[in-house]
T-cell receptor, first 114, second 113 residues
Framework: DQQVKQNSPSLSVQEGRISILNCDYT??????FLWYKKYPAEGPTFLIS?????DKNEDGRFTVFLNKSAKHLSLHIVPSQPGDSAVYFC?????????????FGTGTSLTVIP | DVKVTQSSRYLVKRTGEKVFLECVQD?????MFWYRQDPGLGLRLIYF???????EKGDIPEGYSVSREKKERFSLILESASTNQTSMYLC????????????FGPGTRLTVT
């Protein structure tokens, strides 16, 4: 059963506007969350993280919001740029963890239209 | 910079062949992982290792085995390749302490015919 879900397989946004990517999870025992960005034929690269003790983390154009009561996190990109076009994965880490295992979502493909 | 390398970018094998995928990391990370990525299914964990010679099954271990004889190297083995193992295979490594992020290799696109 998928513990981390990204219900939107794709998203298109105009350049300069805000992109909002969403992620839902089912396990309340996740304590750390990551967002990754993946270009075709490359490995995912780390984008931004958030601990469960916070509700927001910001890094330049990227902001991640965590709503623990709703078991929901979102990634905001503003302003969106054509180079942001990629697949975005969210990932969640269980508190009880051997080996720093993360559960990944199915990904959202973002297209930023120039 | 952390570097995770994978032995091949593209691989074509025949059904029934034994396939070895190699992964090497240069950051002395304790943890290493093998995932496969398929359209609509995201990244699914096959196996991971938290120490030399230690391994644990992920979500989809069937048809795969792994080996970790040295800290920097983690191998994925397909004992008898099948067409449903055609996929993108991604290796990752991570430390056990903060930050927890996993560092990924470039991936191996495996096609089994």
């Amino acid at each position: 059963d998928q513990q981390v879900k990204q219900n939107s397989p794709s998203l298109s946004v105009q350049e300069g506007r805000i992109s909002i990517l969403n992620c839902d999870y089912t396990n309340s025992m996740f304590d750390y969350f990551l967002w990754y960005k993946k270009y075709p034929a490359e490995g995912p690269t780390f984008l931004i993280s958030i601990s469960s003790i916070k509700d927001k983390n910001e890094d330049g154009r990227f902001t991640v919001f965590l709503n623990k009561s709703a078991k929901h996190l979102s990634l905001h990109i503003v302003p969106s740029q054509p180079g942001d076009s990629a697949v975005y994965f969210c990932a969640a880490r269980p508190m009880r963890n051997t080996g720093n295992q993360f559960y990944f979502g199915t990904g959202t493909s973002l297209t930023v239209i120039p | 910079d952390v570097k995770v390398t994978q032995s091949s970018r593209y691989l074509v094998k025949r059904t029934g062949e034994k396939v070895f995928l190699e992964c090497v990391q240069d950051m002395d990370h304790e943890n290493m992982f093998w995932y496969r990525q398929d359209p609509g299914l995201g990244l699914r964990l096959i196996y991971f290792s938290y120490d030399v010679k230690m391994k644990e099954k992920g979500d989809i271990p069937e048809g795969y085995s792994v080996s970790r004889e040295k800290k920097e190297r983690f191998s994925l083995i397909l004992e008898s390749a099948s067409t449903n193992q055609t996929s993108m295979y991604l290796c990752a490594s991570s430390p056990s302490l903060l930050p927890y992020e996993q560092y990924f290799g470039p991936g191996t696109r495996l096609t089994v015919t």
